[in-house]
């Protein structure tokens, strides 16, 4: 869609970035690049984890893992 201007491209941006968030699940990712004259200008990133996994381990384990990531 062609907007009149950055930030109006970046305030639209939120608005989609907010209906998308609520439709994503565990462990999916979702990105939206503006671009303007064929530069992106913006980039917004989402990213979801499932956590669950390892839970039978104790929470200094699983602090332990999320540190050497």
Do not use: H, Y
Request: hydrophobic content about 45%.
């Amino acid at each position: 869609m062609e907007l009149p201007d950055a930030e109006t491209a970046w305030a639209e941006a939120l608005r989609l970035v907010r209906d998308v968030e609520g439709a994503l699940q565990p462990g999916e990712s979702w990105s939206l690049d503006v671009v303007e004259d064929g530069t992106t200008i913006f980039r917004i990133n989402l990213a979801t984890a499932d956590l669950r996994i390892g839970r039978d381990r104790g929470p200094a384990e699983m602090m332990k893992r999320s540190k050497a990531l």
